[in-house]
T-cell receptor, first 115, second 114 residues
């Protein structure tokens, strides 16, 4: 079974700073997908970024980028030039490439951006 | 597109009552998922449908929980009888079959069982 671990329950940074959220996972699969979802106070789960395990290039979406280390089974999220609207819970998630599209989530990191 | 639509947004009920949560997936999506979110257990997959057929219900906690998908545009999650430990946020999500590994979530239903 796959497991996803986020070791930072809470983080807090000042606006405009860069912040990195950690995620590690355990799997015997070779092909899979990794995701970061954002859950603001509105409760909506919003997809931030997606990484395909077979791609060596790290995914980037505007101010959001990942550091994917397949051998280390590590998938961290970097938020550059953080904004107040980035305040939210962030969940790392894993999905096997084959079979059911089941997402396995980490416990989440509560990120607060301070003015 | 309106996205995944869930109703109600909030539900407060008394122990022993029947609760029905509703979900309308995104048009054209043929996979539907029900997740439950609690402080203690985080986000857990309850059941997964593909083309209206339940594929994996191993996450359904007890026989008190049941889910149906009578057509491509509607699904329900029912709890009967409800218990206080069922209090949680229940999310519905939908996606297209393989080729787009992106799940789109609804806004969730906050269930409180007193």
């Amino acid at each position: 079974a796959q497991t996803v671990t986020q070791s930072q329950p809470e983080m807090s940074v000042q606006e405009a700073e860069t912040v990195t959220l950690s995620c590690t996972y355990d799997t015997s699969e070779n092909n899979y997908y990794l995701f970061w979802y954002k859950q603001p106070p509105s409760r909506q789960m919003i997809l931030v970024i997606r990484q395909e395990a077979y791609k060596q290039q790290n995914a980037t979406e505007n101010r959001f980028s990942v550091n994917f280390q397949k051998a280390a089974k590590s998938f961290s999220l970097k938020i550059s030039d953080s904004q107040l609207g980035d305040t939210a819970m962030y969940f790392c998630a894993f999905m096997k490439q084959k079979g059911a599209q089941k997402l396995v989530f980490g416990q989440g990191t509560r990120l607060t951006i301070n003015p | 597109d309106a996205g995944v639509i869930q109703s109600p947004r909030h539900e407060v009920t008394e122990m022993g009552q029947e609760v029905t949560l509703r979900c309308k997936p995104i048009s054209g999506h043929n996979s539907l998922f029900w997740y439950r979110q609690t402080m203690m257990r985080g986000l857990e997959l309850l059941i997964y449908f593909n083309n209206n057929v339940p594929i994996d219900d191993s996450g359904m906690p007890e026989d008190r929980f049941s889910a149906k998908m009578p057509n491509a545009s509607f699904s329900t999650l029912k709890i009967q009888p409800s218990e206080p430990r069922d209090s949680a946020v229940y999310f519905c999500a939908s996606s297209q079959t393989r080729g787009s590994e992106k799940l789109f979530f609804g806004s969730g239903t906050q269930l409180s069982v007193l």
